[in-house]
């Protein structure tokens, strides 16, 4: 059981917007600002999307955008397109134990 | 143009011990920030953190893992090596190496990955 929890499955059509979210606690998600989220296409290495909650690494499409509220932190896709399907982990900073937690992923589905 | 890319075995026998090496380019271990993790991913399953290398020399390891993890480094051929002891079939996993990026726990370049089978 992953420490981050995420939903299983999104789905939007081409142009929609989506929204991912990622619940943990106070010892990570809510109690930092060192939430990253990372795509994955099948087969290959993951991609850094967003770092610290809401900043997005050169390269990388604005229509990524990332928050947090309290516990959980958001992945909000707009304009949805057909590359954007993938499997999208987020990961915190955690004081709890091991210094860096993963989500256990959500697979989108572009329809 | 940062660049990494893990090496070892394919296929370990249950017991064994696994060594990886990560071997990079377009930066230093030497250079202040600079840091290196280690993750792995199960066939079908999510993302887990494993351990991290830092510039100073400093080391964090997951908490479940670090009785059996070893992460080092060497500046000199740009290597970041990780152990893990006493491999077994749930051990099974493509492993990956990372960058750690500029908001301190986000990891920005990553290498393709090297599955690793526990088997004997």
């Known amino acids: 059981q992953s420490a981050l929890t995420q939903p299983a499955s999104v789905s939007g059509s081409p142009g929609q917007s989506i929204t991912i979210s990622c619940t943990g606690t106070?010892?990570?998600?809510?109690?930092?600002?060192?939430v990253s989220w990372y795509q994955q296409h099948p087969g290959k290495a993951p991609k850094l999307m967003i770092y610290?909650?809401?900043n997005r690494p050169s390269g990388v499409s604005n229509r990524f955008s990332g928050s947090k509220s309290g516990n959980t932190a958001s992945l909000t896709i707009s304009g949805l397109q057909a590359e954007d399907e993938a499997d999208y982990y987020c990961?915190?900073?955690?004081?709890?134990?091991?210094?860096?937690?993963f989500g256990g992923g959500t697979k989108l589905t572009v329809l | 143009q940062v660049t990494l890319k893990e090496s070892g075995p394919a296929l370990v026998k249950p017991t064994q011990t696994l060594t990886l090496t990560c071997t990079f380019s377009?930066?230093?271990?030497?250079?202040?920030?600079?840091?290196v993790s280690w993750i792995r991913q199960p066939p079908g399953k999510a993302l887990e953190w494993l351990a991290r290398?830092?510039?100073?020399?400093?080391?964090f390891y997951s908490t479940s893992l670090k009785t059996r993890l070893t992460i080092s480094k060497d500046t000199s051929t740009n290597q970041v090596v990780l152990t893990m002891t006493n491999m077994d079939p749930v051990d099974t996993a493509t492993y990956y190496c990372?960058?750690?990026?500029?908001?301190?726990?986000?990891?920005?370049?990553w290498g393709q990955g090297t599955l690793v089978t526990v088997s004997s």
């Open positions: 290398i830092d510039w100073d020399d400093e080391k």
């Open positions: 377009g930066f230093s271990l030497s250079t202040r920030g600079m840091r």
């Open positions: 990372a960058r750690g990026g500029y908001g301190a726990y986000d990891l920005d370049y």
């Open positions: 610290a909650v809401s």
């Open positions: 990961s915190s900073y955690t004081s709890s134990s091991t210094p860096v937690v």
């Open positions: 106070s010892s990570d998600v809510g109690g930092y600002n060192y």
